[in-house]
Nanobody, 120 residues
């Protein structure tokens, strides 16, 4: 069983940066990808970025391309989301997930989430 715990969220001014971490336990390599998703109040949860477990391939939502970077440290069983040039519209609850494919419907295991608030 995979367990995911997010950390690193907080409040930041527009233009600032945050680095989210997702510590995992269990057989994380059994999932095809690890991903970050987010949900703002009154909106559907959306995919932000995914990283494939067995290749160099990554996915980024168009809204975060060039600003966010997903990475992982396999030795630490941790996946990261470096968020730069943050905008108020990036505000939301960010969830780490083990995913079969990079979509909310492909999620096999969710973390509990960490709040990111970006003020203008």
């Amino acid at each position: 069983q995979v367990q995911l715990v997010e950390s690193g969220g907080g409040s930041v001014q527009a233009g600032g940066s945050l680095r989210l971490s997702c510590a995992s336990s269990g057989d994380i390599e059994s999932s095809n990808l690890m991903g970050w998703f987010r949900q703002a109040p009154g909106t559907e949860r959306e995919r932000v970025a995914c990283i494939y477990q067995r290749s160099v391939k990554t996915y980024y939502a168009d809204s975060v391309k060039g600003r966010f970077a997903i990475s992982k440290d396999s030795a630490k069983n941790t996946v990261y989301l470096q968020m730069n040039s943050l905008k108020p519209e990036d505000t939301g609850m960010y969830y780490c997930a083990a995913v079969r494919y990079c979509a909310t419907t492909g999620v096999e295991r969710w973390g509990q989430g960490t709040q990111v608030t970006v003020s203008s």
